[in-house]
């Protein structure tokens, strides 16, 4: 069945990234750096009119699920050169349950990292004021986030002519964080990057984490974040199968 090949090759892949040790500790180790160099580096000098761990720890978090969806988009293409993914076929595996695995895989990952972030975040002062119905939402709408991503991912491993191009995309996804609300506030911004900034998928997703997290009103922000991933998630499993079905012919 489908969803049993799925879980299947989820397994393979988490196996495969304990023993890539050097890449899963970049995954785990690069947003707790990122956490304590904002937080010690330049929240001192940043004004959000709160203490700055508790503001910048959302943005943090979505910076980790870039760098660990971006492993995705390796391993895919690392499939498809190294031929696995014609012996699966043999076996008469699909191409979702194949994708549907390096996605599990990397929701797997990037709940690890965010853990690890979180409980770094509660060390250093984070002291978020939410609900349990509060946390469930920040955390559907951090795995809806992580698992658009984690397609977005896949179907870029299934476009990229290598590992080297497929890990570009670590730069894309780990800079679109970066002009929103996930470090400063977007009306300390110009005029014309604040449009972008108010207007791109991190910052509602951004924005609800932070008001869910802290208990404050968000309005319907986490219903335009979930939008944002639904739209994201809709064109990447279309991509993907597409791709795949060119790529395996």
């Known amino acids: 069945m489908p969803t049993s090949d799925a879980l299947i090759m989820s397994g393979r892949c988490l196996r495969l990234s304990r023993r890539t040790t050097d890449a899963l500790i970049t995954a785990l180790a690069m947003p707790v750096m990122l956490l ?3 937080v010690y580096f330049f929240g001192g000098a940043i004004d959000t009119g709160t203490r700055y761990v508790t503001y910048v720890v959302p943005g943090v978090l979505l910076l980790c699920a870039g760098f ?11 499939d498809l050169k190294g031929g696995i993914i014609d ?12 994708l549907a695995g390096h996605v599990l895989a990397s929701t797997v990952r990037n709940l690890v990292a965010t853990t ?33 991503l984690s397609w977005l991912s896949a ?23 970066y002009p929103s609300s996930a470090f400063v506030p977007t009306d300390t911004m110009p005029s014309w990057l604040r449009a972008f900034a108010d207007h791109q998928p991190v910052t509602p ?5 932070r008001g869910l997290l802290l208990d404050q009103p968000v309005g319907n922000t986490p219903w335009l974040a979930l939008a944002w991933c639904g739209g994201i998630l809709i064109l990447a499993v279309a991509l993907s199968a597409f791709l795949f079905g060119k790529r395996t012919r």
Request: proline share 5%; hydrophobic share 60%.
């Open 205 to 209: 997703v951004i924005e609800s984490l």
């Open 87 to 98: 012996r699966f076929r043999s076996m008469d595996i699909g191409g979702t349950p194949i």
């Open 116 to 148: 690890l972030v979180l409980a770094l975040a509660f060390a250093i002062g984070f002291r978020p004021s939410a609900t349990p119905a509060g946390w469930l939402a920040a955390l559907a709408v951090l795995i809806a986030f992580i698992v658009a």
């Open 36 to 38: 304590l160099i904002f």
């Open 68 to 78: 660990g969806s971006s492993n995705t988009a390796v391993a895919v293409t690392e």
């Open 155 to 177: 179907a870029v491993g299934m476009l990229a002519g290598s590992a080297e191009a497929a890990g570009g995309f670590t730069f894309f996804v780990s800079f679109l964080p």
